[in-house]
């Protein structure tokens, strides 16, 4: 049995995520601030970290550079 390619794979964890999660993979990957996912989801910092913790834990990422790396994968960033 083959594995899944790492782009394929990388889409479908992608493919898991919430527009909100989406966002904040967006916003990770461009370096923006907690502050900035804030006001893109029109919530608090707080609300922010958080979807940032879900999104990371929805990739299997232990920190945001390897959710970066998860999203240059599945090929949503340069």
Known sequence: M??????LNARALVA???PAELD???NVAVGGSLRDLARILSTD?????????????????ARNADAVRVAIR?????
């Open 24 to 26: 904040a993979l967006r």
């Open 45 to 61: 910092v707080t609300g922010a970290a958080q979807v940032i913790n879900s999104m990371k834990l929805k990739l299997g990422a």
């Open 74 to 78: 599945a090929e949503m960033v340069d």
């Open 2 to 7: 083959q594995s899944m390619s790492p782009t």
């Open 16 to 18: 898991d995520l919430s």
